[in-house]
């Protein structure tokens, strides 16, 4: 087994001093952010938010930090196989976490090796670590020379995933891990919901939910139409649980777990009564935003806990967008799948089931249901739904007709199940489930 190394003795210097390091915030905020996933395991927002470095820089290079931590998560299994024979002994996390991301650029972005180099030795320097600087060069010369070799025996996909996670999405189907992970693999594309009668902005493609896609990378806000409220973002399988609640003008319905609100606006724009509850004030901000850019005045926002939130009178329709694992969000989260761990799973459930309890007693009888969530895992899906049966509601089984865009997400029950294996050769989707219930 591998020992924790000492630091090695700085590089010897020359005639003159090294020079001193460049400022790089790219990297500087991309180590901060992985530190606090990897060391922490602090999601990439939370890890950002905390990045001294994060708040003293441009945009632009938050943007482009975001993406470099991003890649490195999507590869964090192959980098740290990759390395490991080129290490006698274990380095410290955060040199690891540096090696990794000099490491990333070699293998998967294409910069050139003296800059991939470079940039992580000045890195080590910066962040006080200036003795792993030599053992730093030395590795990744060697990942520029040989690493691309050692990448084909790998099995990427396998090494990319949790062997937890990996297991636990067996149940899916014969080959669903797999697809799964490869559909994580890249970048999300950005995907975008038109209000109805609005022109899409030039660029995408209509896929067959009636989601525009647009290439990964995108700024949705140099999209024509975006100040204006034309759409909103929202990946192509997060409008399916809205859709499926079916609501008609005039409705009572609530949107029980609403920010940032993509799904409340689709429930809106239909012309119903929409209660948007939501318990988080941060996100309760970005909701009455959203809402606010898309002129959708009609909803009434509720900052409230919705496992006790009581509507005025018994409601038509309830969606139920519950908080999860999110381990259906990985393509764009990659984070999630570091971060998580099944013991994360019991007091997940626990709320899941107050929230549906909960929202039982708010229907009116013949009132709608539908429960979703943005996760992969059965306990979050499947076993939610036989609680839901248990505590009183009927299911109410989406029909082929209903999902006839998308028939591999129908399950036999009834019920949807996406995942980011389905429309590979569109650039995949989010794993949701969702199901409908009635109040008998
Ligand atoms: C999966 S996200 C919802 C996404 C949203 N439906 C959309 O489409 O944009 C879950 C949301 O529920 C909120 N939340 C968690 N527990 C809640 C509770 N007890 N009551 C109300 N909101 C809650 C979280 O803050 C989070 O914003």
């Known amino acids: 087994m591998n020992t924790p190394a000492r630091a090695p003795r700085s590089p010897k210097r020359g005639k003159g001093r090294p020079a001193p390091p460049q400022p790089d915030p790219t990297r500087d905020i991309a180590f901060d952010i992985l530190c606090g996933v990897v060391e922490h395991r602090r999601m990439l927002e939370n890890s950002l938010s905390r990045s001294a470095e994060a708040h003293k820089a441009e945009p632009r290079d938050r943007a482009a930090a975001h993406r470099l931590a991003a890649a490195t998560l999507r590869h964090m299994g192959t980098l740290r196989t990759v390395l490991e024979p080129f290490l006698r002994k274990e380095p410290p996390e955060p040199v690891r976490v540096a090696l990794m991301i000099g490491c990333a650029q070699l293998l998967f972005l294409e910069t050139p090796p003296h800059a991939a180099v470079g940039t992580t030795v000045s890195l080590l320097r910066r962040r006080k670590l200036a003795p792993f600087a030599g053992l730093a060069n030395a590795v990744l010369r060697k990942v520029a020379a040989e690493g691309q070799n050692v990448l084909e025996g790998l099995d990427q996909a396998r090494l990319n995933i949790p062997a937890w996670l990996w297991s636990s999405w067996s149940v899916l189907g014969r080959g669903v891990p797999r697809a799964i992970a490869e559909g994580i693999s890249h970048e999300a594309p950005l995907d975008i919901t038109l209000r109805p009668g609005a022109t899409a902005p030039e660029g995408g493609i209509v896929l067959p939910n009636g989601s525009v896609r647009y290439p990964a990378g995108t700024r949705v806000a140099d999209l024509a139409g975006y100040e204006e409220g034309a759409f909103w973002v929202q990946d192509a399988a997060a409008t399916l649980p809205a859709r499926l609640l079916n609501v008609k003008e005039g409705e009572k319905v609530a949107d029980l777990c609403a920010a940032p609100g993509g799904k409340t606006a689709q429930l809106a724009v239909t012309g119903a009564q929409v209660a948007a509850i939501e318990n988080n004030p941060n996100r309760m901000a970005r909701l009455k935003e959203n809402l606010a850019r898309l002129g959708l005045g009609n909803v009434i926002t509720l900052q409230a806990d919705a496992g006790t939130w009581q509507p005025d009178a ?29 013991r994360d799973l019991t007091t997940l459930t626990a709320g899941q089931d107050r929230l549906l309890e909960a929202a039982k007693n708010m229907l ?16 979050e899906g499947p076993d939610r739904a036989r609680a839901a049966e248990a505590m009183g509601l009927v299911p109410d089984p989406f029909t082929p007709e209903e999902l006839a865009f998308l028939p591999e997400a129908r399950t036999p029950e009834g019920w949807l199940r996406t995942h980011p294996g389905m429309w590979a050769d569109k650039g995949s989707m989010d794993g949701f489930f969702a199901a409908r219930f009635i109040r008998p």
């Open 364 to 379: 009116r009888p013949g009132g709608r249901l539908v429960y979703a969530v943005c996760s992969l895992q059965q306990e």
């Open 314 to 342: 018994p409601l038509d329709a309830i969606l139920l967008d519950a908080p999860c694992s999110a381990t259906g969000t990985a393509r764009r989260h990659p984070d999630v799948l570091w971060v998580k761990r099944p």
